[in-house]
């Protein structure tokens, strides 16, 4: 884990400010957008397993040159892995040979300094970083009882006041065992706490670096400890940290601030002015490759604090910045990716806030896929394309989301010569990439989701590519086109009689080309839970709105239906699936004594049922008490003891 005398001599060479000294294109390298994947908690964030927003880490070479000797667990130092390299867009559009296309799988829960990020001068999984990582794991295996094995090697790295590469192969071992011995290292952190704060401030650039990676490792304790004035001076050294002269610095101080927003949450608010203060400078002093690093701390700023970001004190700080860099870029320049991802996760934040910039949202985002569409249609073809797809069409949904009915003016038309809208959706929808058509459907549902007017005319075309989109084996395209459908179904359910849409071909696709592949799903016990569930909702929504014909089959998926519903948070997605679940049940009551059991159990999931769903539990199972008679009391103890007393305390059965 110590540096080569090599490495040592590479790492010096390269200390001093830097920050003005323009990024060279072998200095960035693109990082990777993760397409919506809409949930059954209403989240239609990145695929399955979320993701940090816009670049999180990359890679830290620390170097550790405390100036002290100090005896680091019992009044000192702790500091980690390193400096930073940083998912950065490259300079040049499309044909960059460096765009290799795919997922950033560099971009890990390390974060900037992460053992696991990429090496300053290289891409190689070297010894240092592979011995890191397994000491990480051994941590995580033993504990706190391996401290007591580390503790004297760690004594003699730590204070070592010769040598900085050994103090910092001590620090970096420090970082490695912050989750698998924080039991342990928590008992020392009033002493190392403030030995890592000074050692952030440190003469040598990569000491601060490894010293803001260390602190983020640590956040968790500084923010469980309740101590206003440690969080305080952690948040001031990071923002400090943040305007340092050199660029590794910047971007290690800017992964470990996104880290410490999202420990913090809400409560960050309360600080929003100084991080919206020190943003701004930022934003004018960093270069291309580290502004990528900003982006992320204004997505983690966003998440943690949510709406209070509309507040207009707060909003004007803020988006001027943003939109001078969406301004600042040309459509197809490839640091336009994450300024793309960064806006989506705000405008989800600021809600009908964002509506004033809208406008010029769909209007770019429009012209940047026609862009792609027409380069392609000329047989050029680029890895960059896809990310420009997904990333434009992800940000449209987040305004869609964010400004629900509001929506419709902007993709209705789009100004600006901009290309129409919905002929680009309806392309994207057959894409051969399964990332560009899975952010089409989620786009798509977000529109329906909606009710917008514009879908009105095409409605019966909407249902149809959703339903041939129904195929698990491109689950995330397929769950997002099931979330759609439903949608779909819903607003085509209850439009006015009057509005001319071609209701029975509809009906005719629905019954024929997307009842079967429903069915199939949620009877099958191999495939994504949120599929299943989304699934499970858009039958529930077909029988709503046709009842009848639905109730037929109702036998045959029932009983998957309702295991799958009571898994769903309360809301009002599922509160549809039971409408029309019941609507079934009240037309083919027998389809649901073979799984009796699994509705009553359906229903006691729900915390705080509305009053007419309610309404319609207590008919339904009172029905059933009438009809059957002295069979009844038989039905009952097949049931669980809990759900009996639910019969008997909450609907008088």
């Known amino acids: 884990m110590v540096y080569s005398s090599f490495e040592k001599e590479t790492i010096d060479a390269a200390a001093g400010p830097d920050d003005l000294v323009p990024d060279r294109p072998e200095d960035m390298r693109p990082r990777f957008h993760q397409p919506k994947f809409r949930d059954t908690n209403g989240n239609a964030g990145a695929m399955e397993g979320e993701v940090d927003h816009a670049l999180k880490g990359s890679s830290p070479e620390a170097m550790y040159n405390p100036r002290t000797n100090e005896n680091i667990m019992n009044g000192s ?27 950033d799988d560099d971009d890990d829960d390390d974060g900037e300094g992460g053992y696991e990020d990429r090496d300053a001068d290289g891409t190689e999984w070297n010894l240092r970083r592979g011995s890191a990582a397994a000491l990480d794991s051994l941590s995580t295996l033993f504990a706190d009882e391996l401290l007591d094995a580390l503790q004297p090697v760690l004594q003699d790295k730590l204070t070592d006041g010769e040598n900085w590469e050994q103090r910092e192969c001590g620090v970096l071992a420090l970082g490695a065992i912050a989750e698998g011995c924080y039991g342990g290292m928590s008992h020392h952190m009033r002493n190392i706490f403030p030995f890592l704060m000074r050692l952030a401030s440190d003469s040598h650039y990569m000491v601060r670096c490894i010293s803001c990676w260390t602190l983020s490792r640590y956040a968790k304790w500084i923010i469980s400890e309740h101590d206003d004035a440690s969080y305080q001076q952690l948040l001031k050294l990071l923002l400090d940290r943040m305007l340092d002269r050199n660029k590794v610095v910047q971007k290690a101080s800017c992964s470990a601030l996104a ?3 999202e420990e913090t949450g809400p409560l960050l608010t309360s600080y929003l002015t100084p991080i919206l203060r020190t943003l701004k400078v930022a934003f004018e002093r960093y270069q291309q490759s580290n502004r990528i690093a900003l982006y992320d701390v204004v997505c983690g700023l966003a998440d943690a604090v949510g709406s209070e970001l509309a507040i207009p004190d707060y909003l004007n700080k803020l988006m001027p910045l943003l939109i001078s860099q969406w301004n600042s870029v040309g459509d197809t320049h490839l640091s336009m990716l994450p300024i793309l991802e960064c ?10 806030r964002s509506q004033q910039f809208a406008a010029n949202i769909f209007s770019r985002c429009a012209n940047i896929m026609d862009i792609v569409y027409s380069r392609e249609s000329h047989g050029e073809r680029d890895d960059a394309h896809v990310e420009f797809l997904i990333s434009s069409l992800d940000l449209m949904c987040s305004l869609a989301e964010a ?16 290309k129409p809208l919905l002929p680009l959706l309806f392309v994207a929808m057959r894409d051969n990439r399964a990332e560009v058509r899975q952010s089409a459907f989620a786009l798509l549902g977000e529109l329906a989701r909606a009710r917008i007017p514009s879908l009105i005319p095409a409605l019966s075309e909407y249902v149809k590519f959703s339903v041939d989109a129904l195929d698990p084996e ?3 395209v397929s769950n997002n086109a099931t979330w759609a459908l439903g949608e779909l179904i819903m607003m085509a359910g209850f439009l006015p009689p009057n509005v001319p849409i071609d209701r029975e071909t ?4 629905l019954l024929e080309r997307a009842v079967d592949p429903l069915i199939l799903v949620v009877n099958s016990t191999q495939l994504n839970k949120t599929l299943l569930e989304n699934s499970a909702i858009t039958l529930g929504r077909l029988g709503l709105v046709m009842p009848d014909a639905m109730s037929v089959r109702l036998g045959v998926f029932a009983k998957a239906v309702f295991s799958h519903l009571r898994n769903i948070r309360d809301d009002v997605d599922k509160e549809q699936a039971f409408h029309g679940m019941n609507s079934m049940v009240r037309v083919n009551p027998g389809a649901v ?13 729900w915390y705080q049922c509305k009053p007419d769903l309610e309404m319609e539990f207590a008919t339904i199972l009172g029905g059933f008490k009438t009809s059957l008679g002295d069979r009844w009391a038989g039905l009952c103890k097949t049931l669980p003891p809990t759900l009996q007393k639910l019969l008997k305390e909450r609907f008088r059965l």
């Open 403 to 418: 400004l629900g009915a509001s929506v419709d003016p902007f993709v209705a038309k789009s100004g600006n010569g901009a």
């Open 474 to 476: 491109y689950m995330s």
């Open 593 to 605: 004594l073979e799984c009796f059991v699994y509705y009553v159990d359906a229903i006691a999931s």
């Open 506 to 509: 509809i009906q005719r696709v």
């Open 259 to 261: 880290t410490l927003e």
């Open 343 to 352: 806006l989506g996760v705000v405008f989800r934040s600021i809600g009908v």
């Open 77 to 103: 130092s702790r500091v980690p892995m390193g400096a930073v390299e940083g998912v950065k867009g490259a300079q040049d559009g499309f044909g960059n040979d460096s765009h290799d296309g795919g997922n």
